[in-house]
Nanobody, 127 residues
Framework: QVQLAESGGGLVQAGGSLRLSCRTSGHTFKWSVVAWFRQAPGKEREFVIYRDWSMGRTHYADSVKDRFSISRDIAENTMYLQMNSLRPEDTAVYYC????????????????????WGQGTQVTVSA
């Protein structure tokens, strides 16, 4: 059974950085793509970033472009979200959502197209 575990969230001041981790287990296949979403209280789950490893392409929400990036450690089955220049509006629970197969670009920002989710990790950015 595939399991995902996000970690690395916490409280940080505006302008600071955090690196979130998403460790997966219970599978032998490699993830082709991964997305990160976030959800603030009272709001819908929001697309943050999408990485297609084989195509070498990354797609960003406008609000995080030039501040967030994705990397991975294949040996550790772990994907990372590096978040720099954090702002109070980045406060949310962050979720990773990997996929075995890539999505059409028209679908990458929609959470219903992702089957695997972790429990999320809270990021709080103070002003």
């Amino acid at each position: 059974q595939v399991q995902l575990a996000e970690s690395g969230g916490g409280l940080v001041q505006a302008g600071g950085s955090l690196r979130l981790s998403c460790r997966t287990s219970g599978h032998t296949f490699k993830w082709s793509v991964v997305a990160w979403f976030r959800q603030a209280p009272g709001k819908e789950r929001e697309f943050v970033i999408y990485r297609d490893w084989s195509m070498g392409r990354t797609h960003y929400a406008d609000s995080v472009k030039d501040r967030f990036s994705i990397s991975r450690d294949i040996a550790e089955n772990t994907m990372y979200l590096q978040m720099n220049s954090l702002r109070p509006e980045d406060t949310a629970v962050y979720y990773c959502a990997p996929r075995m197969n890539r999505l059409a670009l028209s679908a990458i920002r929609r959470p219903e197209h992702y089957d695997y989710w972790g429990q999320g990790t809270q990021v709080t950015v103070s002003a």
